[in-house]
């Protein structure tokens, strides 16, 4: 009785900043106040009227789709041969996949800043990309991981001994096991890469600006604005969407699971 | 006629050698059973002739062709594997027919052979289903249905039984044995039961520390066993330290001298360990005695009666008997009586205490 | 028969386009911007390559920064611990409830996580502000006579760490609880052992591993948190990442900044090693009594140790 008490009001501390943005995007007056002034979606339809905040939502969205996408491509190669080989090298190799997760953010920003303007920037947005897909190769890799660990390996071994070769025994019978995992790595993936703030701050140019900078900008001269709790609130709504499609093709519980092996 | 002959493996993990010089041949239609505890390198031989495993050393010939180096696909040989190995994600038709399918047959030459495989396992009629709607003794006959469908040249059985409850696994191992026979296919099969490797095998190999330390037919181990470990492995056995006199004579610490079947490869006088199997045991009344017995006079230790039989401890000395007697009410007795045991000589052989490794 | 599924040449051709992609895009950077590290600077000039200590020196002789640092070590710790305490008991919760509580109770947790921290950050300005919601509220209720600034202080910025990191250790926790055998429980309630009792003796120590786990996570991110204490500390209450941040991106000082992320990541690799040590240390003394007094009880908890 008590924990049920505890954790509904550690669910109200986890939701009630989430809840202040979209409660508070509905108010009628020209300042976010709490409880809103009258009930309207005027700052909704605003927010559509600002062509820099919809230029970098639409910006973030192609860039998560983008590097998530490149995360999983990577992460698929890493994950077999992590799983399916026994050697030492591979400790290496997870290493340095999962350390971006555990870097300072400021760090990998810097280093990509300066790293990267060798090559020169231009105003074109792969110092972007680049960055994200390396930020989000941990994620990827560590559902992709749970995913492979989850196939018995005897199936491979059993498709072999029918006659099917390595390549054919990923196709029939290991991807279509670990498709589920491909997804929820590809949608957390594309998570991280929506609200990641401080590694996009360091690599942002005039025409590349991610959503979230361009909030984080914003919020520091006019931090009251309810446009920007109108578009803050569609980012929720985003999250969510994304997080329950991923949350339906994983069982959760298969994230306590990794901690066991 | 030799059919797979495997020469000679050796294999190591690291520093762990599992498989030391391991040679056996089969003929065709023969049916070959590794035995031995876990870790003995049974399921490495295994995993040889499947080509998952490549030996340090060694060569596998099917009919003389040498099998190094081939890839698994390559090998057509079937595996049932100890968890069955079916892909959750494919009906049973399609578990069945992949072997087939990876073979490029032509689709009405896989409808029928995968028809008659399903009906040879008495399964037609579950095509349709996934293999997580079948129960654990229906996906076992789907798993060899599988392995025999792609007509291998070759079976591999991997502890076949061992994830069947104790009814089921009775009567899947007479329902396998009728399809081996019937499919006169040459068969390797590991397992840790030696009731299971009698009942299957024509030939039992029992390995133990990556050795073979005996190959032979299953009455011939059981009662001829070469080695202390093979004689405690395969079925219950009595040991009893003792120096040999002649070939058939044995001198027991604390018990006396007996009799032996005779066995020429023990030395005069050197250590030797005397085994009795404890269903050679009878407890007799000391008139039945006569010189052709070996006879040992203890008391009962302990008594316990197990519907089909009746265990018995007897003691002498330092020395505990295990006796076993079928006829549980021909000899009333207590804990505590003085009774007579005896054995014939020719129930009960020396091996040499150097070998002794159990 | 699970050996050799992939074969020698199978696993280098899967590892090495991958290994290449992450060698140019992430280690060569990463490697640049140590030695960018130690070259020098001039605020005319720009960067001068010549090789020196002068950066770190100059960063060990300020105040300013040091008050900096101290104030990113403590605040992280600070929110490792409230994450630890406010943690435990929705861990034992999430392993507990199954089917769609479990699932809801995973959204709600990751929710914070992958929202961007800058929307999340704008919440509690929303919630905490001079004219927030929890202001009004403590006004409508007289408590307050006066709105009161509850942003732009420290417990702002510990209240949104805590929020946005506890699920990592909640999530850790939960995976070391998951793994302990029900049986076991029983058997101590079985041998006399009250509900308490259990949990003090078998359940804790075994949930030991998971509370490590996920303290290092949160600490290590705290550490390295940049959008939550600048948005919700305000100018006054700086962390490190803004310091490295203005230096590299309003300075142009590409050395110092560097230098100051190098600090900052080897400040805290040094406390987490501290802390592995410290938790060797008292396996080492568990293990001592263990032999004096022959209780299991420290042994098990040094069998944990990863």
Same mark, same amino acid.
């Given at each position: 009785?008590?924990?049920?008490?505890?954790?509904?009001?550690?669910?109200?501390?986890?939701?009630?900043?989430?809840?202040?943005?979209?409660?508070?995007?509905?108010?009628?007056?020209?300042?976010?106040?709490?409880?809103?002034?009258?009930?309207?979606?005027?700052?909704?339809?605003?927010?559509?009227?600002?062509?820099?905040?919809?230029?970098?939502?639409?910006?973030?969205?192609?860039?998560?789709?983008?590097?998530?996408?490149?995360?999983?491509?990577?992460?698929?190669?890493?994950?077999?041969?992590?799983?399916?080989?026994?050697?030492?090298?591979?400790?290496?190799?997870?290493?340095?996949?999962?350390?971006?997760?555990?870097?300072?953010?400021?760090?990998?920003?810097?280093?990509?800043?300066?790293?990267?303007?060798?090559?020169?920037?231009?105003?074109?947005?792969?110092? #972007?990309? !680049?960055?994200?897909?390396?930020?989000? +190769?941990?994620?990827? &890799?560590? /559902? $992709? =991981?749970?995913? @492979?660990?989850?196939?018995?390996?005897?199936?491979?071994?059993?498709?072999?001994? #029918?006659? !099917?070769?390595?390549?054919?025994?990923? +196709?029939?019978?290991? &991807?279509? /096991? $670990? =498709?589920?995992? @491909?997804?929820?790595?590809?949608?957390?993936?594309?998570?991280?890469?929506?609200?990641?703030?401080?590694?996009?701050?360091?690599?942002?140019?005039?025409?590349?600006?991610? /959503?979230?900078?361009?909030?984080?900008?914003?919020?520091?001269?006019?931090?009251?604005?309810?446009?920007?709790?109108?578009?803050?609130?569609?980012?929720?709504?985003?999250?969510?969407?994304?997080?329950?499609?991923?949350?339906?093709?994983?069982?959760?519980?298969?994230?306590?699971?990794?901690?066991?092996? | 006629?030799?059919?797979?002959?495997?020469?000679?493996?050796?294999?190591?993990?690291?520093?762990?050698?599992?498989?030391?010089?391991?040679?056996?041949?089969?003929?065709?239609?023969?049916?070959?059973?590794?035995?031995?505890?876990?870790?003995?390198?049974?399921?490495?031989?295994?995993?040889?002739?499947?080509?998952?495993?490549?030996?340090?050393?060694?060569?596998?010939?099917?009919?003389?062709?040498?099998?190094?180096?081939?890839?698994?696909?390559?090998?057509?040989?079937?595996?049932?594997?100890?968890?069955?190995?079916?892909?959750?994600?494919?009906?049973?038709?399609?578990?069945?027919?992949?072997?087939?399918?990876?073979?490029?047959?032509?689709?009405?030459?896989?409808?029928?052979?995968?028809?008659?495989?399903?009906?040879?396992?008495?399964?037609?009629?579950?095509?349709?289903?996934?293999?997580?709607?079948?129960?654990?003794?229906?996906?076992?006959?789907?798993?060899?249905?599988?392995?025999?469908?792609?007509?291998?040249?070759?079976?591999?059985?991997?502890?076949?039984?061992?994830?069947?409850?104790?009814?089921?696994?009775?009567?899947?191992?007479?329902?396998?044995?009728?399809?081996?026979?019937?499919?006169?296919?040459?068969?390797?099969?590991?397992?840790?039961?030696?009731?299971?490797?009698?009942?299957?095998?024509?030939?039992?190999?029992?390995?133990?520390?990556?050795?073979?330390?005996?190959?032979?037919?299953?009455?011939?181990?059981?009662?001829?066993?070469?080695?202390?470990?093979?004689?405690?492995?395969?079925?219950?056995?009595?040991?009893?330290?003792?120096?040999?006199?002649?070939?058939?004579?044995?001198?027991?610490?604390?018990?006396?001298?007996?009799?032996?079947?005779?066995?020429?490869?023990?030395?005069?006088?050197?250590?030797?360990?005397?085994?009795?199997?404890?269903?050679?045991?009878?407890?007799?009344?000391?008139?039945?005695?006569?010189?052709?017995?070996?006879?040992?006079?203890?008391?009962?230790?302990?008594?316990?009666?197990?519907?089909?039989?009746?265990?018995?401890?007897?003691?002498?000395?330092?020395?505990?008997?295990?006796?076993?007697?079928?006829?549980?009410?021909?000899?009333?007795?207590?804990?505590?009586?003085?009774?007579?045991?005896?054995?014939?000589?020719?129930?009960?052989?020396?091996?040499?205490?150097?070998?002794?490794?159990? | 028969?699970?050996?050799?599924?992939?074969?020698?040449?199978?696993?280098?051709?899967?590892?090495?386009?991958?290994?290449?992609?992450?060698?140019?895009?992430?280690?060569?950077?990463?490697?640049?911007?140590?030695?960018?590290?130690?070259?020098?600077?001039?605020?005319?000039?720009?960067?001068?390559?010549?090789?020196?200590?002068?950066?770190?020196?100059?960063?060990?002789?300020?105040?300013?920064?040091?008050?900096?640092?101290?104030?990113?070590?403590?605040?992280?710790?600070?929110?490792?611990?409230?994450?630890?305490?406010?943690?435990?008991?929705?861990?034992?919760?999430?392993?507990?409830?199954?089917?769609?509580?479990?699932?809801?109770?995973?959204?709600?947790?990751?929710?914070?996580?992958?929202?961007?921290?800058?929307?999340?950050?704008?919440?509690?300005?929303?919630?905490?502000?001079?004219?927030?919601?929890?202001?009004?509220?403590?006004?409508?209720?007289?408590?307050?006579?006066?709105?009161?600034?509850?942003?732009?202080?420290?417990?702002?910025?510990?209240?949104?760490?805590?929020?946005?990191?506890?699920?990592?250790?909640?999530?850790?926790?939960?995976?070391?609880?998951?793994?302990?055998?029900?049986?076991?429980?029983?058997?101590?309630?079985?041998?006399?052992?009250?509900?308490?009792?259990?949990?003090?003796?078998?359940?804790?120590?075994?949930?030991?591993?998971?509370?490590?786990?996920?303290?290092?996570?949160?600490?290590?991110?705290?550490?390295?948190?940049?959008?939550?204490?600048?948005?919700?500390?305000?100018?006054?209450?700086?962390?490190?990442?803004?310091?490295?941040?203005?230096?590299?991106?309003?300075?142009?000082?590409?050395?110092?900044?560097?230098?100051?992320?190098?600090?900052?990541?080897?400040?805290?690799?040094?406390?987490?090693?501290?802390?592995?040590?410290?938790?060797?240390?008292?396996?080492?003394?568990?293990?001592?009594?263990?032999?004096?007094?022959?209780?299991?009880?420290?042994?098990?908890?040094?069998?944990?140790?990863?």
């Amino acid at each position: 009785m008590i924990l049920r008490a505890y954790v509904l009001l550690f669910v109200i501390f986890l939701i009630s900043p989430i809840l202040a943005i979209s409660i508070g995007s509905l108010t009628e007056t020209s300042f976010v106040v709490f409880p809103p002034q009258g009930i309207s979606l005027k700052w909704y339809f605003a927010a559509l009227e600002q062509r820099a905040l919809l230029q970098s939502l639409a910006f973030s969205l192609v860039l998560g789709a983008i590097s998530a996408t490149a995360a999983t491509v990577l992460a698929l190669p890493l994950g077999l041969a992590i799983v399916r080989f026994s050697s030492r090298i591979n400790n290496a190799v997870y290493l340095l996949a999962m350390t971006p997760a555990m870097l300072p953010a400021v760090f990998l920003g810097l280093a990509f800043l300066i790293g990267y303007s060798w090559v020169g920037f231009g105003g074109s947005s792969w110092p #972007l990309i !680049a960055a994200h897909v390396v930020m989000t +190769v941990p994620f990827a &890799l560590s /559902l $992709i =991981l749970v995913g @492979l660990r989850s196939v018995d390996g005897s199936l491979e071994l059993a498709a072999r001994s #029918l006659g !099917a070769s390595q390549f054919r025994t990923f +196709v029939l019978i290991t &991807l279509p /096991l $670990i =498709l589920w995992s @491909l997804a929820a790595g590809w949608g957390f993936a594309f998570l991280i890469s929506f609200g990641a703030l401080e590694v996009s701050l360091f690599l942002s140019t005039s025409t590349t600006v991610t /959503l979230p900078v361009q909030i984080y900008t914003t919020l520091d001269w006019s931090p009251l604005d309810p446009t920007l709790t109108a578009i803050s609130s569609g980012v929720v709504i985003i999250t969510l969407a994304v997080l329950v499609i991923t949350a339906r093709t994983v069982q959760m519980d298969r994230f306590l699971k990794r901690g066991r092996s | 006629m030799e059919y797979l002959h495997v020469a000679g493996l050796e294999h190591s993990y690291g520093s762990q050698r599992v498989l030391e010089n391991v040679s056996f041949s089969i003929r065709a239609g023969e049916r070959l059973c590794l035995l031995g505890p876990s870790g003995c390198g049974k399921t490495t031989t295994l995993q040889v002739l499947a080509g998952f495993v490549k030996p340090d050393r060694g060569q596998v010939t099917i009919k003389g062709e040498p099998l190094d180096g081939m890839p698994p696909e390559k090998r057509n040989i079937g595996i049932m594997f100890q968890n069955y190995a079916l892909f959750p994600h494919m009906s049973v038709f399609d578990n069945v027919a992949f072997g087939l399918r990876m073979r490029g047959l032509e689709k009405k030459e896989i409808t029928t052979r995968v028809g008659d495989a399903l009906t040879l396992v008495r399964l037609p009629h579950t095509a349709s289903k996934r293999p997580a709607q079948l129960s654990g003794g229906e996906q076992q006959r789907i798993a060899f249905a599988r392995a025999i469908v792609i007509r291998p040249r070759l079976l591999l059985l991997d502890e076949p039984f061992s994830n069947l409850d104790a009814r089921l696994r009775l009567e899947m191992r007479t329902e396998l044995l009728d399809l081996l026979r019937e499919l006169d296919v040459a068969t390797v099969m590991v397992t840790h039961d030696q009731e299971e490797a009698m009942a299957i095998a024509d030939r039992i190999a029992v390995m133990y520390k990556g050795r073979i330390e005996q190959i032979d037919i299953p009455n011939e181990v059981y009662s001829n066993p070469s080695s202390l470990f093979v004689a405690r492995f395969v079925g219950e056995t009595n040991v009893f330290d003792g120096r040999a006199m002649g070939h058939d004579k044995v001198m027991v610490d604390g018990l006396g001298e007996f009799s032996v079947r005779k066995n020429q490869s023990i030395a005069n006088n050197s250590k030797v360990k005397l085994l009795v199997r404890p269903e050679h045991i009878e407890l007799a009344e000391k008139a039945d005695m006569n010189g052709q017995w070996n006879t040992v006079e203890g008391t009962v230790e302990r008594l316990l009666f197990l519907g089909h039989r009746t265990e018995w401890v007897v003691r002498k000395g330092e020395a505990r008997f295990l006796v076993w007697q079928s006829q549980p009410h021909s000899l009333m007795r207590k804990v505590g009586d003085t009774v007579t045991l005896r054995w014939r000589p020719s129930d009960c052989f020396l091996v040499a205490s150097e070998h002794v490794n159990a | 028969m699970h050996k050799y599924a992939l074969s020698r040449r199978g696993w280098l051709l899967l590892l090495i386009p991958p290994l290449i992609v992450l060698g140019l895009l992430y280690l060569l950077p990463v490697f640049n911007l140590i030695r960018i590290s130690f070259v020098e600077y001039d605020p005319q000039v720009g960067i001068i390559p010549n090789y020196q200590l002068g950066n770190y020196v100059e960063l060990l002789g300020d105040g300013f920064y040091f008050e900096v640092l101290w104030r990113t070590i403590r605040l992280s710790l600070l929110t490792t611990l409230f994450c630890a305490l406010l943690g435990y008991p929705i861990a034992v919760y999430l392993i507990r409830s199954t089917g769609w509580r479990q699932t809801a109770m995973f959204i709600i947790l990751l929710m914070p996580l992958v929202t961007s921290v800058t929307v999340m950050s704008y919440g509690w300005l929303i919630l905490l502000g001079r004219n927030g919601v929890i202001n009004l509220t403590l006004a409508g209720l007289g408590i307050l006579d006066t709105s009161r600034q509850l942003m732009y202080n420290e417990t702002a910025i510990v209240v949104g760490l805590v929020h946005v990191l506890v699920v990592f250790m909640v999530i850790s926790i939960a995976a070391s609880l998951q793994s302990i055998d029900q049986s076991w429980i029983r058997a101590a309630r079985g041998l006399g052992a009250s509900p308490a009792t259990a949990f003090r003796t078998i359940t804790f120590p075994l949930s030991l591993p998971g509370l490590r786990t996920g303290a290092l996570l949160v600490f290590v991110l705290s550490m390295s948190a940049y959008a939550t204490p600048t948005l919700l500390g305000g100018t006054r209450h700086k962390f490190l990442s803004y310091l490295v941040y203005q230096q590299a991106i309003s300075l142009y000082n590409w050395p110092s900044g560097a230098a100051m992320a190098v600090v900052l990541l080897i400040s805290t690799t040094v406390l987490l090693f501290i802390s592995s040590l410290y938790a060797q240390i008292g396996a080492m003394r568990a293990n001592l009594r263990t032999s004096k007094t022959g209780t299991i009880s420290g042994s098990m908890n040094a069998g944990s140790e990863t």
